[in-house]
C-alpha cells in the first residue's frame, strides 16, 4: 500500500501542475498570438522589429517566432526549418511530466496485484497453519488482497482519465502553434 500511496501522491501533484501550467502556457500564447496577429497585419513598416519586442514574452508562440525573426534574411526554406526546430524543442516541454503519469497509470494495477498475491500468499498461510475451519483467520489476507486491487486500479482508472485529457491539450496546442508559425511564415516572407 505504501507504493500505491506514493503513487497517488505524485500523480495528483502532476495533475494540479498540470491544470495550472497548461492553462498558463495557452493564456500567454493566446494573448501573444492575438497581439502579434494585430501587428502584422498593419502595414508592413517595422512591423517585424515590433514583433521582435513582443517575442520577449516567455511563451512557446514567441520562442519559435524569435527563431522565424532571426532566420528571415536567409529565405523561405530556412525559416521554415527554424520555425520547426523551435517548435520541436517547445514539444517535450509542454509533454513534461505525462511520461511519470503513463508509468503511474501502468504501475497502479501491477502494484494491487502484488498486494493481492501477497494477501492470497497469507491466507493460504493462514490455512497452513490453522487448516480451512477458521474463516475469520482467512479474512485478513483475502480482505488485504482485494483492497490493493482496488486501491490500484482507484489510482490508474483516474490517471489514465487524466493523462489522455492532458495528451489531447497538448496536441491541440502544438497545432494551433503549427497553425500559428504557417500563417506567420507566410506573412513573414510572402509566399
Known sequence: MIPLVICSVMALAIVIEKFISIRGVERKA??????????LK?????????????????????????AAIEKKERGREEVKEAIVDAGSLEV????RYLRILETIVTIAPLLGLLGTVR?????????????????????GGISEALYTTAFGLGIAIPCLVFYNYFTHRTERFVR????????FLELLVGR
Open 30 to 39: 493566446s494573448k501573444f498570438i492575438g497581439k502579434t496577429r494585430k501587428i
Open 42 to 66: 498593419s502595414d508592413k513598416k517595422g512591423r517585424v522589429d515590433r514583433v521582435l519586442a513582443l517575442c520577449k514574452i516567455a511563451s512557446p508562440p514567441a520562442r519559435i517566432l524569435k
Open 92 to 95: 517535450p516541454y509542454l509533454g
Open 119 to 139: 494477501g492470497m500468499i497469507r491466507a493460504f498461510n493462514v490455512i497452513e497453519r490453522t487448516g480451512v475451519g477458521q474463516p475469520g483467520a482467512l479474512a
Open 176 to 183: 494551433k502553434l503549427e497553425s500559428f508559425s504557417s500563417e
